[in-house]
């Protein structure tokens, strides 16, 4: 029913929301000035500039398949310094050059170039890239790292503000994660071969040797169950909720190669992406833009509510009923603008205003993304 719902929407929805997108963002001749001042004062001698964000890219011309393990994009081994995180699309994107080698980009330049390298559909690159900038990202800046923290995205903000990147547990990085471990076993970025080695076997056992729907039904529903009886500190809720069952899908629509039209993923594929971070040889983009097609069908196999472990105690899961879950996607966004209001209380300057565009392009996308109308918040006033 979610994707049914999700791809009715989207086509609906999509025309409306470039028009909201370029409603929201008006030519206003106040801003534009703001734009010009900053553009010839800004620097706050770390060799920073203060940025103001640029609205997200528009979907690509062309949305079918096409080489994009190319020769413009020969993958390159990591150097020192590099930052690599939890989200293995991301890591192989920055290996191949799509984003800068370093893993540091500002969130328009992730949205091309998820668009560009593994046809992810435009308005869904845009609330889960600028859902992780709002998070994880260096708002004054306008960058990001798709690892962990690093000095290359500027200036710390004023804490309890972070810029931690991807790393940071509890967003993108979650619990139940299906190559990284949970953030309590200490490493929760990395490739785990442990893991990936029962990726491996479920898909032996229910896909005859390639991952499809069904064994991300089952590999999810495991995962769950592994960490509520070994993680006492287990959280599966709101943002974490929606990423985890998307990442389950995500294999399928995003790293089977383009002119194949079964939807599973062969293993050799499966670790380079994964492990090396890597395009399989002559690997083409999916054949149309793609999303978290899939989710309703992972989660109807093993419904499963969000909540986590109570107490600090394993086998202690309780329903949280207040978290946002695939019937009441408002709550994410809720959820989101919470966590901002308390990741940056009192935002002045160039800070509030990057804060506030930002959200207006995080709530530009929600309506196609999640297939919901959620009405938009102001915890930050309005340009
Ligand atoms: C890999 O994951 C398993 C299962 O969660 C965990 O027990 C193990 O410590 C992890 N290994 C590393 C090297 O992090
Ligand atoms: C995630 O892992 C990194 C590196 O191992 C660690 O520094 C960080 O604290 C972890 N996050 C959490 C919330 O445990
Ligand atoms: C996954 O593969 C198995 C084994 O071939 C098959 O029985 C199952 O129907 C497949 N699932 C889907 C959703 O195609």
């Not at 081994?77 to 290996?95: F, I, V, Y």
């Not at 499963?304 to 109570?310: D, E, V």
Request: proline residues 8%.
């Amino acid at each position: 029913m979610i994707s049914k719902a999700f791809v009715v929407l989207t086509t609906l929805l999509f025309s409306f929301n470039v028009l909201s997108t370029s409603l929201a963002f008006p030519n206003d001749p106040e801003l534009l000035k703001r734009q010009e001042i900053e553009g010839t004062s800004s620097s706050n001698g770390g060799g920073f500039g203060a940025v103001n964000p640029p609205p997200p890219p528009g979907p690509p011309r062309f949305t079918g398949t096409k080489l994009v393990h190319d020769r413009a994009h020969p993958w390159k081994p990591l150097r020192k310094g590099d930052e690599r995180g939890p989200c293995p699309g991301m890591n192989t994107l920055a290996s191949h050059g799509y984003i800068s080698r370093d893993g540091v980009a500002s969130p328009s330049q992730m949205v091309t170039a998820v668009q560009e390298g593994l046809n992810m559909e435009n308005q869904f690159a845009i609330f889960v890239t600028y859902l992780a900038h709002l998070m994880n990202g260096n708002l004054v800046t306008d960058l990001l790292s798709i690892g962990g923290k690093t000095r290359k995205t500027g200036p710390d903000p004023p804490p309890p503000a972070h810029a931690g990147g991807f790393n940071v547990h509890g967003t993108f990085e979650g619990d139940g994660g299906m190559t990284r471990a949970d953030a309590f076993f200490g490493d929760n970025h990395s490739f785990n071969e442990t893991l990936f080695q029962k990726f491996v076997d479920f898909s032996n056992q229910y896909g005859d040797g390639y991952y499809n729907l069904t064994v991300a039904g089952e590999l999810r529903f495991q995962r769950l169950q592994d960490s509520i009886a070994t993680n006492p500190q287990f959280s599966f809720k709101n943002v974490r909720y929606f990423t985890g069952y998307g990442e389950s899908a995500f294999p399928i629509n995003f790293f089977v190669d383009g002119r194949k039209t079964d939807r599973k993923l062969d293993m050799a594929s499966a670790r380079s992406f994964f492990k090396d971070m890597r395009f399989p040889p002559d690997f083409h983009r999916t054949p149309k833009p793609s999303s978290n097609e899939g989710i309703a069908e992972i989660f109807g196999m093993h419904p499963f509510l969000p909540g986590g472990n109570a107490d600090g105690k394993v086998n202690n899961f309780m329903v949280d009923p207040a978290s946002a879950d695939f019937t009441k996607p408002c709550v994410l966004y809720e959820d989101i603008v919470k966590t901002l209001q308390g990741l940056y209380p009192n935002p002045t300057g160039v800070l509030k205003r990057n804060l506030i565009k930002n959200l207006g392009f995080l709530h530009s996308s929600l309506s196609a993304a999640l297939g919901a109308q959620c009405d938009q918040l102001f915890p930050y006033g309005q340009l």
